[in-house]
């Protein structure tokens, strides 16, 4: 259980807690759906829930922790509750994929470098 790994670890520091949190969000289908329709701009709770099966109680609390990612955010006035992407913590989630892609493509250039030094030998030997 990562709970009970995290209380007898060092603490995290915030941004990689963010990220985490980000990145659990983003593990699921209708909230990767719910932050697709609000790529389109704001949204009443209501309008985000109607396209999927689920009772309200459901939907919300995939709401909730879109909104403890850091992903969302929500305002209140009257009796609408209105739902805000964040796009700065989506662009951190991208910033580190895309660490991590450059990190693998030089990798694999090196690999692709190494293999070609190989075959070259292998020619030269025959």
């Given at each position: 259980d990562l709970t009970i790994w995290r209380a007898h670890s060092?603490?995290?520091?915030?941004a990689q807690e963010q990220l985490?949190?980000?990145f659990h969000a983003l593990?699921?289908?209708t909230r990767r759906?719910?932050?697709?329709?609000?790529?389109?701009?704001?949204?009443?709770?209501s309008e985000l829930a109607?396209?999927?099966?689920?009772?309200l109680a459901s939907f919300v609390q995939h709401?909730?922790?879109l909104e403890e990612?850091?992903?969302?955010?929500?305002?209140?006035?009257?009796?609408?509750?209105t739902v805000r992407m964040r796009p700065h913590?989506?662009?951190r989630a991208a910033r580190w994929l895309a660490a991590q892609r450059d990190v693998w493509e030089q990798r694999l250039d090196q690999l692709d470098a190494y293999a070609k030094t190989l075959k070259e030998h292998d020619d030269e030997a025959t």
């Open positions: 060092a603490p995290m520091p915030v985490d949190q980000a593990a699921n289908p759906a719910v932050l697709e329709r609000l790529g389109k701009g704001p949204a009443s709770v109607a396209p999927f099966d689920m009772a709401l909730r922790v990612s850091g992903l969302v955010t929500t305002e209140k006035r009257g009796r609408v509750r913590n989506l662009k």
